[in-house]
């Protein structure tokens, strides 16, 4: 029987501090933190160790209550509702500072109709004048289990953690380890969330029109034909200039961060702008630069008609020097066509990636080099050996005569000629020079 780490999850109204108590807790701090209302959107795991013990803690968006007439929050209440139903443990925080609120009592109130172990933390005790005035109010909420905690100044952090995990149970279904990592990227609203979604099986990401939705990057182990993935949706990219907010710096750091950390990256585009735009160049060869898997996936192709998607695969020939290199897969998210053929396609380039080279192909691959010298600087550039190495992706060792003339316009060549003779479609390339 599978087992996996027990999910521990933290539930309140909006901005009483989960996403701090989540980074003062977790060993890996990731959760951004704004003095505004309702950053967290989408939700967050982390795993946890404590006295031998490890425990999944999830970081939930704010529960909105009542009817917001906002889709968005909508979205996020389903979304933690969920989160509470698949949950072994529940931390409901509260804010001292603010004291007890109606949010506070209707959140108190869906709690205690479910069959889930619950632990009351009340956060900010820093403020002594707001916990003095506000002490008693809490014991209304009828929790046997309260902390006094500060996200702040960690106070209370260890009490916490042992209770924790006294009270969850040991492992309760295994967690497949990833083979490999997929990030999703691409400016705000192209259709990442809806991708994701897809790809997942579940509503893990926010979907709306609004653009920014996905505030941080979030991940979800998802199984893709016989491979454990994990998937990550990242926040949207816009130019440097229109970065012109602090919450959305920090987003721009997070994706980033989760595209250098993948092994493959799905960089989303909306084929209805019929345009690769600056930025969406940027980010691919930024994705090339750090030798990772590439697979463009054009979206949004049901808003495109016969002759504009022609036209548009005509002025994306100016890109052939790249595009030639990466994968593409034309889809619509909106009507799920070809989203199958993203896994396929996902599955493939692994599989290219982990591909084994034969020596003596190779030195037949060197034989067609030598047929076409390489100069520099008036000097004949000469290979006398190319080998493979063992790496996470294609790697080959260069035995040569000039090493610090083989720059990136002659190393360019040798990869061309590699692809030429191997499949490596969306697969980067390394060589190493070295005197041979």
């Not at 698949?86 to 959140?107: E, H, P, Q, W, Y």
């Not at 979800?220 to 994990?230: D, G, I, P, Q």
């Not at 691959?365 to 100069?375: A, D, I, S, W």
Request: charged content about 30%; some cysteine.
């Amino acid at each position: 029987m599978k087992k996996r780490h027990p999910k521990v999850v933290l539930v309140g109204r909006t901005n009483v501090g989960k996403s701090a108590l989540f980074n003062r807790l977790s060993e890996d701090s990731r959760s951004i933190v704004f003095d505004g209302g309702g950053v967290t959107r989408d939700y967050l795991t982390e795993k946890i160790s404590w006295k031998g013990k490890q425990f999944d803690l999830v970081d939930s968006g704010g529960l909105p209550l009542g009817k917001q007439g906002d889709c968005i929050l909508e979205a996020v209440q389903k979304t933690v509702l969920s989160l509470i139903e698949s949950a072994d443990l529940i931390l409901f925080v509260c804010d001292t500072k603010s004291g007890l609120l109606n949010d506070d009592r209707r959140v108190a109130q869906i709690l205690h109709k479910i069959n889930k172990p619950v632990l009351l933390l009340i956060n900010k005790v820093d403020n002594k004048g707001a916990f003095e005035e506000n002490f008693y109010e809490f014991q209304a909420l009828n929790f046997k289990n309260v902390f006094y905690v500060s996200a702040l100044h960690g106070t209370g952090m260890d009490d916490l953690l042992s209770k924790i995990v006294k009270v969850v149970p040991d492992k309760v279904e295994d967690k497949t380890v990833s083979e490999y990592k997929v990030a999703i990227v691409g400016k705000p609203n192209v259709g990442k969330s809806s991708l994701m979604n897809l790809l997942s099986k579940i509503e893990r990401s926010i979907v709306s029109d609004i653009p920014g939705t996905t505030r941080e990057s979030i991940s979800e182990k998802v199984s893709f034909l016989n491979s454990a993935v994990l998937l990550t949706d990242t926040a949207g990219m816009r130019r440097k200039s229109r970065v012109n907010e602090s919450l959305e710096t920090v987003m721009v750091k997070s994706s980033l961060r989760s595209l250098r950390e993948s092994n493959i990256v799905l960089l989303l585009v909306d084929a209805s702008e019929q345009q690769l735009t600056d930025q969406e160049l940027k980010l691919l060869f930024y994705a090339y630069e750090q030798k990772k898997c590439i697979m463009i996936v054009f979206n949004k192709k049901d808003l495109l008609t016969e002759q504009e998607r022609k036209t548009f695969e005509k002025n994306l020939k100016q890109y052939d020097f790249i595009l030639k290199k990466v994968h593409i897969v034309w889809t619509s998210c909106k009507d799920r066509k070809n989203i199958g053929k993203v896994v396929t396609s996902v599955e493939s380039i692994w599989k290219r990636c982990k591909q084994e080279f034969d020596s003596q192909v190779l030195m037949d691959v060197l034989f067609e080099l030598g047929t076409k010298p390489l100069y520099k600087s008036e000097r004949t550039l000469k290979i006398y050996k190319i080998s493979p190495k063992k790496d996470r992706i294609p790697t080959f060792s260069l035995k040569v005569n000039h090493p610090r003339f083989f720059s990136s316009d002659q190393l360019g060549f040798v990869e061309n000629v590699l692809r030429k003779n191997y499949d490596l479609k969306g697969c980067p390339v390394r060589l190493t020079v070295a005197k041979g």
